[in-house]
């Protein structure tokens, strides 16, 4: 039975830099089940980034529809689009952007600061802490807890990132070259780590240009020219990978 | 909750916030120092100025006075018993005042008061200088030079009417460092010429054998204002060079009932000098010389006099003083006594002499506030423009503020698109740095009313100490600002407002750049490097 957590259909998008019209995405459609680990690749400038910005509400297509657990995303509120960026989705971004003055610990708790008032912080906290205390076991950074991000080497501030990601347990986390700033060893700890997350149940649709980095994924697609590389009979090509979800959410 | 967390965690982290902070600190200390010296000198001005004279006067504003007032003032203390406690007359006129001694000289304002009335009318008595150490014993009557003399062991020793008085005056005092003061500082004896012990030599005071009491030629008394005879110390108080009941004089300028000079040379009369007066305030005490009502009438020809045609004169005076009981509302006892004033006038017109009828009309019944309405009035719009002035520098810092947030909001792009990425509002966004503008007012408001309220309680001592580094930093001169000292009283009213004041311009300031942190658009915010 087909279990699609996420779905864009025919997503257009064009800026305006100067003068000139870029159109970044030409029509980009895409399916991802719940459990999946979906890369989308591409080379540089062909529109990944743009697609997952659009996928997670931060940015809003000229043309097309973003369905998140069938519903519309951009047919709703932006309050509603901000609480499903709070509540539904994780970022990953290529340079981690944390919050310079705040530590590890703080970092990882800002989602759910976002989501909670003053009074029911106050309620709430505890139990807060202790989620993001397991997050940090799970990424092996229980003893940085106090550290500032100026404190911690590339890798550990991604896992840092991959941590606020997933303290609000989302049920969708979108990856950004979450490697692409990092050396081979710490790139490959982070994807050992997406796949650990993964296989607990975590639908993770990430994109990179590295095809060695998608290799990881149980599905991959091509995003050429701004649309998604299709087969003849139009659907979305299906990744080179065999593998497939084996897994419920959790 | 993330609003007051990050705005929080920015105050302490951010070095630019600092400057937020300074700014705000410093314009509330400032307008706090503004308004605290202000408020304070208008509210020394009310207060002095309700103790001067008395809750009522009639006044015609002429020098040569008006008639009938005795008459109106048996009148209404039958007419308003209820209302009106005490009536009593003042004579005021401008005169030389002179220390034949020293040949010193000086203008002076002459008030013409019964004294026992005038000290129940007004607050006189607490800025008597010897009539506080030695109760009972400065009036304005015939009086003697007291002189020490010196007892069985050597020690120095007043009449026993003093000596009395000053034991009173220990007994009564509940500040026990007020007598220490007293004793500590010789100069109260010392203001006493002594009868020099015989085996000494000289004894030019001497009524006998080392004999305290009183030697001179009997004159009335007078009672000078303190700026007007003694120097001022820079601690506040006096230096007094002259002996209590040492010969001075006034030389007055009689008027005729007409106001013209009665032709007469000037009348010099000669006064010993019983003690001096500080109100606060420098104008009156830098001029007034306080003698005998009734002996003062008679010199400046304001007492009945015989007339050609076998009659007598009307007897003048300036003013009348009423004093009312407790409770009574002011104005509605002034009301009381104008409308009775009217029909007395009404009354005299008839038979009053052409001369007379002028002043009688133009006689005026106010309350203490609205004769010192003028000075008043006058201090308050100076207040007013002062903190206008000082509110208008304010708005610079206001500005700076707004700059300051701009470079703080340009400096925190990409943060914003992260907070964005996680399910910040854009209006949670601008709300933060609005939080995080509010925070920087509060600090600063909390600093600078501590700085300020600091300032202002030690003004005096700060202007002391810069006035030993250099004399020319002396900037609060009582001959201006009517006062000895500046005032230093922080009012909580006004800090709060103050403090209010600065913590919603502090968010104003940052309304702008707040409302464009909040339209950042997050995937432009996180490619910002």
């Given at each position: 039975?087909?279990?699609?957590?996420?779905?864009?259909?025919?997503?257009?998008?064009?800026?305006?830099?100067?003068?000139?019209?870029?159109?970044?995405?030409?029509?980009?459609?895409?399916?991802?089940?719940?459990?999946?680990?979906?890369?989308?690749?591409?080379?540089?400038?062909?529109?990944?980034?743009?697609?997952?910005?659009?996928?997670?509400?931060?940015?809003?297509?000229?043309?097309?529809?973003?369905?998140?657990?069938?519903?519309?995303?951009?047919?709703?509120?932006?309050?509603?689009?901000?609480?499903?960026?709070?509540?539904?989705?994780?970022?990953?971004?290529?340079?981690?952007?944390?919050?310079?003055?705040?530590?590890?610990?703080?970092?990882?708790?800002?989602?759910?600061?976002?989501?909670?008032?003053?009074?029911?912080?106050?309620?709430?906290?505890?139990?807060?802490?202790?989620?993001?205390?397991?997050?940090?076991?799970?990424?092996?950074?229980?003893?940085?807890?106090?550290?500032?991000?100026?404190?911690?080497?590339?890798?550990?501030?991604?896992?840092?990132?991959?941590?606020?990601?997933?303290?609000?347990?989302?049920?969708?986390?979108?990856?950004?070259?979450?490697?692409?700033?990092?050396?081979?060893?710490?790139?490959?700890?982070?994807?050992?780590?997406?796949?650990?997350?993964?296989?607990?149940?975590?639908?993770?649709?990430?994109?990179?240009?590295?095809?060695?980095?998608?290799?990881?994924?149980?599905?991959?697609?091509?995003?050429?020219?701004?649309?998604?590389?299709?087969?003849?009979?139009?659907?979305?090509?299906?990744?080179?990978?065999?593998?497939q979800p084996t897994h419920a959410l959790s | 909750m993330y609003k007051w967390f990050l705005a929080w965690r920015y105050l302490h982290t951010k070095l630019i916030a600092l400057f937020g902070v300074a700014s705000v600190t410093l314009c509330v200390a400032m307008v706090l120092v503004v308004l605290s010296v202000m408020g304070g000198f208008l509210d020394t001005v009310r207060s002095r100025?309700?103790?001067?004279?008395?809750?009522?006067?009639?006044?015609?504003?002429?020098?040569?006075?008006?008639?009938?007032?005795?008459?109106?003032?048996?009148?209404?203390?039958?007419?308003?018993?209820?209302?009106?406690?005490?009536?009593?007359?003042?004579?005021?006129?401008?005169?030389?005042?002179?220390?034949?001694?020293?040949?010193?000289?000086?203008?002076?304002?002459?008030?013409?008061?019964?004294?026992d009335e005038y000290l129940q009318l007004n607050e006189m008595r607490k800025g008597l200088h010897y009539e506080r150490y030695y109760p009972g014993t400065t009036h304005l009557g015939m009086q003697q030079m007291p002189v020490a003399g010196f007892d069985a062991n050597g020690d120095m020793q007043l009449a026993q009417d003093l000596r009395e008085a000053n034991k009173k005056w220990r007994q009564d005092e509940k500040d026990v460092d007020s007598i220490a003061n007293f004793d500590a500082e010789p100069f109260e004896l010392s203001m006493y010429p002594k009868v020099v012990p015989t085996n000494v030599g000289s004894r030019a005071f001497a009524l006998g054998p080392e004999e305290p009491g009183y030697i001179g030629r009997e004159k009335h008394g007078v009672i000078v204002g303190c700026d007007l005879l003694n120097s001022r110390r820079s601690d506040g108080n006096f230096d007094r060079h002259l002996a209590r009941g040492t010969d001075v004089a006034i030389t007055l300028l009689p008027l005729t009932s007409r106001g013209n000079v009665t032709g007469e040379p000037p009348v010099r009369v000669p006064l010993r000098y019983a003690d001096d007066s500080r109100t606060g305030i420098f104008e009156i005490d830098s001029m007034s010389v306080y003698v005998d009502f009734d002996f003062v009438q008679h010199k400046l020809g304001m007492d009945a006099q015989d007339l050609v045609d076998g009659g007598k004169s009307d007897a003048r005076a300036n003013q009348l003083l009423v004093g009312i009981h407790d409770g009574v509302d002011l104005d509605e006892a002034a009301a009381q006594i104008r409308e009775l004033w009217a029909g007395f006038v009404e009354t005299k017109l008839m038979d009053v002499s052409p001369t007379d009828r002028y002043p009688l009309t133009e006689v005026s019944v106010m309350t203490w506030e609205d004769m010192q309405r003028p000075l008043i009035a006058a201090v308050e719009k100076e207040k007013i423009l002062v903190t206008f002035l000082f509110a208008l520098i304010s708005i610079v810092a206001i500005v700076l503020l707004g700059c300051i947030f701009f470079m703080i909001v340009e400096k925190k792009t990409r943060d914003i698109g992260i907070m964005k990425a996680i399910g910040a509002s854009s209006r949670g966004v601008a709300g933060l740095f609005v939080a995080y503008a509010g925070a920087v007012g509060v600090t600063g408001s909390i600093l600078g009313l501590f700085i300020g309220s600091l300032f202002v309680w030690n003004i005096n001592d700060i202007q002391d100490f810069l006035a030993n580094l250099n004399p020319q930093l002396r900037v609060w001169s009582p001959e201006i600002y009517s006062f000895d000292t500046i005032p230093e009283v922080v009012k909580k009213a006004d800090a709060i407002w103050v403090a209010a004041i600065a913590v919603v311009s502090s968010i104003v300031g940052s309304l702008i750049p707040a409302t464009l942190a909040g339209r950042v658009w997050p995937v432009q915010a996180l490619r910002y490097e």
């Open positions: 039975m087909s279990n699609v957590i996420l779905k864009a259909r025919s997503v257009h998008k064009t800026y305006t830099m100067g003068k000139a019209e870029v159109r970044v995405l030409r029509g980009a459609s895409l399916e991802a089940q719940a459990g999946e680990f979906l890369v989308v690749t591409g080379a540089s400038g062909s529109g990944k980034s743009t697609l997952l910005h659009i996928l997670g509400g931060l940015d809003i297509p000229d043309q097309g529809a973003v369905e998140f657990e069938g519903h519309d995303v951009f047919a709703q509120s932006q309050m509603a689009r901000n609480t499903y960026r709070n509540r539904q989705v994780g970022f990953v971004f290529q340079f981690y952007h944390l919050l310079p003055e705040l530590n590890v610990l703080e970092n990882i708790l800002m989602p759910k600061l976002v989501s909670h008032s003053a009074l029911s912080w106050l309620t709430g906290r505890g139990q807060a802490k202790l989620e993001a205390m397991d997050l940090l076991d799970r990424v092996g950074l229980r003893e940085r807890a106090g550290h500032r991000p100026n404190e911690l080497s590339g890798g550990e501030r991604q896992r840092v990132a991959l941590a606020r990601a997933l303290i609000n347990r989302p049920a969708l986390l979108l990856a950004d070259e979450p490697t692409g700033n990092l050396d081979e060893k710490k790139g490959a700890d982070i994807l050992d780590l997406l796949s650990e997350f993964n296989e607990a149940g975590q639908t993770i649709v990430m994109v990179t240009h590295d095809a060695r980095v998608a290799a990881r994924a149980h599905r991959r697609i091509e995003l050429v020219g701004g649309a998604i590389q299709s087969k003849r009979d139009g659907s979305p090509s299906v990744a080179d990978s065999d593998s | 100025s309700k103790g001067l004279h008395s809750q009522i006067v009639l006044d015609s504003g002429f020098l040569q006075g008006f008639p009938y007032y005795a008459e109106f003032g048996e009148l209404v203390e039958e007419e308003l018993p209820e209302v009106v406690k005490l009536t009593s007359p003042a004579i005021y006129s401008y005169g030389i005042f002179r220390v034949p001694a020293t040949s010193y000289t000086k203008p002076a304002r002459i008030l013409g008061v019964r004294l």
